[in-house]
């Protein structure tokens, strides 16, 4: 790892600022003489305010339905009186049905959680890759002029349009409005759902979504790049000039991921990670810790491949699958291709292929592919039992999440692991009660 100089200079003398800046604090006051007496302590009288009673919000409570229809006639009527046209709102209803495979698809868990090297031969399949270096060199203008306008990486755009949507191939085949009224009327996301469809009605209202063009994901998804209708309200551009917002046209989905992606902070110049390697004598309580560039060379870690970082800007060291995995350190963008799906394992797939794309190469260390994962349910039993020996997980939803792995660190710290946080049947095995 090359580090710009000008900013390791500062970072001792930052240190030193904080230290003077404790030892003046606790100096002591110069006594103070009135006639012949030397005052050395003064007595201070504390007058303690009157306490201002906390009042607890009550819970909000939801509005229950008796049927889906008497849903769409509540939804209708506070639609319009907050201003949306009547018509539009109208024959959007008119359109929408239950679709109780939406709310089981919401509501459901996988069976076993997924390992990462799972989502990364997905993301970088022979053919995911052969079909996004073609499309990638159609496009390759446009991406450029994007880069250049809004700093996000052509490959990283490029890498987005092919998870969300096989590069437009693929945009799905749900009903979007009933999608987000079935949503809605289950009650347990109606604020997201509801806020979705008021969006629609927008687009659809000032032309930018016609009304044969609402097949979609079942979460709401739309278009090229799966913008849901209110995160393309705010974000979504007109790439190709015609005057209209579409997320199932080409050019729109393209420039509005650039937009959305630097709109949510994309830093221009940095990748999303950087693989590295670690000494024989690290530690490794610091993973998942985000420090200054300049803090990770100090204990050792250092880029596979030689890059200049600057010294303050903050990484996080993952380690995806332990101490025997990869070693990665993520930058900033690494967090900003989550806004997507918030899922680190989302991120490192579009990373890896937005860098096959590129015609770079993956990760050089390979995974521990004879690890195998915990069952929903053995996730749940691990994160109650960590939780009752002090090590709380936040809660038991058999998702492993980062306040599981912190908390299984934690426990790997205090019985001879190396606290890594990595979760598996052999690492949990001392655990289980299952």
Avoid at 204 to 222: E, K, T
Avoid at 223 to 231: E, K, R
């Amino acid at each position: 790892m090359l580090l710009n100089k000008q900013y390791l200079a500062l970072f001792p003398a930052l240190v030193m600022v904080g230290c003077t800046s404790q030892q003046a604090m606790q100096k002591p006051s110069t006594p103070v003489r009135q006639g012949n007496v030397q005052i050395t302590q003064t007595q201070t009288i504390q007058v303690k305010p009157t306490p201002v009673p906390v009042v607890k919000p009550q819970p909000v409570t939801k509005p229950s339905y008796n049927s889906f229809s008497d849903w769409k006639s509540d939804f209708s009527m506070r639609a319009i009186a907050a201003g949306h046209d009547a018509s539009t709102v109208r024959r959007l209803m008119d359109m929408a049905y239950l679709n109780q495979q939406v709310i089981l698809l919401d509501s459901g868990q996988p069976e076993f959680s997924k390992m990462p090297w799972e989502y990364v031969d997905s993301a970088v399949s022979d053919g995911r890759v052969s079909t996004g270096k073609r499309k990638f060199a159609e496009q390759r203008a446009f991406l450029s002029q994007l880069e250049s306008q809004y700093g996000v990486n052509a490959e990283i755009i490029a890498a987005i349009w092919g998870m969300e949507s096989s590069y437009g191939v693929v945009t799905g085949n749900s009903s979007i409005p009933s999608s987000l009224a079935s949503l809605a009327y289950d009650g347990r996301r109606q604020e997201f759902a509801e806020t979705q469809l008021l969006s629609l009605a927008t687009l659809l209202q000032r032309g930018d979504v016609s009304w044969s063009q609402l097949d979609g994901s079942w979460a709401g998804g739309m278009g090229q790049t799966q913008f849901i209708p209110d995160t393309w309200l705010k974000h979504g551009v007109d790439g190709d000039g015609n005057g209209h917002r579409n997320p199932w046209a080409t050019s729109d989905a393209l420039a509005s991921t650039a937009n959305y992606l630097s709109n949510s902070g994309w830093v221009r110049g940095l990748a999303p990670f950087y693989e590295a390697t670690v000494p024989a004598s690290f530690d490794y309580s610091t993973v998942g810790t985000k420090q200054p560039a300049a803090r990770w060379a100090a204990m050792g870690v250092d880029t596979i491949a030689d890059v200049y970082l600057d010294a303050n800007t903050q990484m996080e060291l993952w380690l995806p699958a332990g101490k025997d995995g990869p070693v990665l350190l993520l930058s900033p963008n690494f967090d900003v291709i989550k806004v997507y799906n918030n899922s680190s394992n989302y991120a490192l797939g579009v990373s890896l292929l937005g860098k096959a794309l590129a015609g770079q190469s993956g990760l050089q260390k390979s995974w521990p592919r004879y690890e195998r994962p915990l069952s929903t349910a053995q996730v749940r039993n691990l994160q109650q039992r960590l939780t009752s020996m002090g090590y709380d997980t936040k809660g038991a939803d058999g998702i492993v999440g980062t306040n599981t792995r912190k908390a299984f660190q934690r426990w790997q710290a205090d019985n001879g692991q190396t606290p890594d946080g990595f979760i598996t049947q052999r690492t949990a095995s001392s655990l289980a009660g299952w």
